[in-house]
């Protein structure tokens, strides 16, 4: 008996390979059909997808495959915090924090928001006395999210000064400490388990640093951000400071929970709340609209034909705006942790090549250091552009006039290529691309851009029958760190050799 899901695949794999010239050519409605924009409040985001080599054909077979993947199902499953997390058996309440999901999930997602709120409000009123500063520790989704956000939008409306601190490698923290008066610094101390040994590493040289400068009481300067809080209280967290968010809500979706709490104190919580809002916006969009239209879904149809079809083994992400300079890295995370998969949730071997690489940079930067390989060289890598209309600096308007003009102009160029009787000088072009113009990068839209790809990721997920909740293939690497650190077990001679060089045998 055939399975709809290879048929779907096989019709894909028939489909004709016009190049994007030609598929603008055939169709004057593109741009209109491959464009769409979601409101996020004050301002919205246009997603044109026109010069990916999607077509009304291929919509269909991907709306096909998605009807074969049981996507309206599980999507369904998403928001009503059902299981779809399999192998953890777990619901993925994200969108809860953001009020869009299962109403007693909402309410109590909504009562720990409350607690956060008046514990970020009665410091920015000076409970815990003078706070200029805040250290967050915390590594992977406890510190990838804040640091993004702190660093897109607290910029100009510094309520506090926040500085994220994932690596054990004790420069990173060295760095933080030279930045900090030790009499002005709280300590986030944020992990979801309250076991990452990076973290609680790095939390205990806070608070011995925190004693070498005369702080009486280190506890008392110390915020837990955690779904584990018996395990803060624990460590000596004073319950009043443990802030907690629910076991449904995995590590790199969680920045909306207590685990954004630096962002709320770096930006206030308006503001921070104003994010959860364009995140809502766009929970709204993706559970309600159907097929081609749903914006995040018809980004995965792209990727996956990319990764599925065209072969590519990457994917680019450039933001043309300097307060987006964390977001392949945050995006890098989200997609290769969620989708670097080689088994379904059946436990079956996968029928094809599952989460592309996510690389990236900040244009205009990186044109002058990456963009020759993107439009002359060997590899397909589909980029995705992502630029703001307003500018967020306050210069010449000349700045962002510059920078949006080379966005657009780099799109331009990897479609349209360029002939030469000079083959060095010549461009192939026909290289696809994908624009997310943001009206204005506010925190909503912040929000809302950051739920597209988690929504993105959902969908690549879904439509290749992967889990995209669990990440097992962070353990076994950390396990044999334990082993070593415990003593008495033999490696590899490789591994064996290095220990012996570092003087860890
Ligand atoms: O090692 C991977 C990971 O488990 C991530 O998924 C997670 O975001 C990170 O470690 C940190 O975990 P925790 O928040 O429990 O400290």
Redesign the pocket.
């Known amino acids: 008996m055939s399975d709809p899901r290879t048929d779907a695949w096989q019709v894909i794999r028939t489909r004709s390979d016009a190049t994007l010239a030609e598929l603008f050519e055939r169709d004057p409605e593109r741009v209109g059909k491959l464009c769409g924009r979601i409101d996020t409040g004050e301002g919205g985001v246009l997603f044109d997808w026109s010069k990916t080599h999607l077509t009304d054909e291929l919509l269909g077979d991907f709306e096909a495959l998605a009807e074969a993947a049981g996507f309206a199902e599980m999507r369904r499953k998403l928001f009503a915090g059902e299981v779809v997390n399999g192998t953890e058996n777990r619901a993925a309440e994200h969108p809860a924090l953001r009020g869009v999901g299962k109403e007693a999930s909402i309410e109590e997602a909504m009562a720990l928001a409350a607690r956060m709120k008046l514990l970020v409000e009665a410091i920015h009123d000076g409970a815990l006395g003078e706070v200029n500063h805040l250290i967050h520790i ?5 510190a990838l999210g804040p640091a993004l956000a702190v660093d897109a939008l607290a910029r100009d409306l510094k309520r506090c000064d926040v500085h994220v601190v994932s690596n054990v490698d004790g420069l990173a923290l060295e760095e933080a400490f030279m930045a900090c008066d030790p009499a002005t610094t709280l300590i986030a101390v ?4 309250f ?2 040994i990076e ?1 609680m590493t790095n939390a205990e040289s806070a608070l011995a640093w925190l004693r070498d400068n005369g702080v009486v009481d280190p506890y008392g300067r110390v915020v837990a951000l955690t779904a584990s809080p018996e395990k803060a209280v624990e460590w000596g967290v004073d319950e009043t400071r443990v802030l907690p968010f629910s076991q449904s809500v995995g ?2 979706y969680s920045l909306w929970s207590s685990i954004g709490f630096p962002i709320a104190m770096a930006v206030g919580w308006e503001d921070f709340a104003a994010m959860l809002d364009g995140a809502a916006r766009v929970d709204a969009h993706f559970r309600d609209t159907g097929g081609r239209a749903n914006l995040p879904l018809r980004a995965a149809f792209a990727d996956l034909y990319y990764a599925r079809v065209r072969g590519a083994e990457t994917r680019a992400v450039f933001a043309y705006d300097e307060r987006l300079r964390l977001l392949p890295s945050y995006l890098q995370q989200l997609e290769m ?1 969620s989708n670097g998969k080689s088994v379904t949730v059946d436990g079956a071997p996968v029928d094809g090549p599952t989460a592309p690489i996510t690389w990236g940079g900040v244009g205009t930067d990186a044109q002058h250091a990456v963009f020759q390989l993107l439009h002359q060289g060997t590899h397909l890598v589909p980029i995705e552009f992502i630029a703001s209309v307003a500018p967020g600096d306050q210069l010449d308007l000349a700045h962002h006039r510059i920078l949006l003009m080379n966005c657009f102009a780099q799109g331009a160029a990897l479609m349209a290529g360029r002939a030469s009787d000079d083959p060095a000088r010549s461009y192939p072009g026909n290289r696809p691309s994908a624009t997310i113009l943001c009206d204005d990068l506010d925190p909503a839209t912040l929000g809302a851009l950051v739920a597209f790809h988690e929504h993105r990721t959902f969908a690549n997920a879904v439509l290749m029958g992967i889990n995209p909740f669990d ?1 097992f293939g ?1 353990e076994l690497g ?1 396990d044999i760190a334990r082993k070593i650190e415990a003593g008495g077990e033999r490696f590899d001679p490789s591994t064996e050799a290095l220990l012996e060089a570092a003087g860890l045998a």
Request: without cysteine; proline residues 0%.
């Open positions: 915390g590594i992977g989704g406890s944020a992990s979801k388990t076991t990452t973290t590590g790199r942790e990440q962070v950390k």
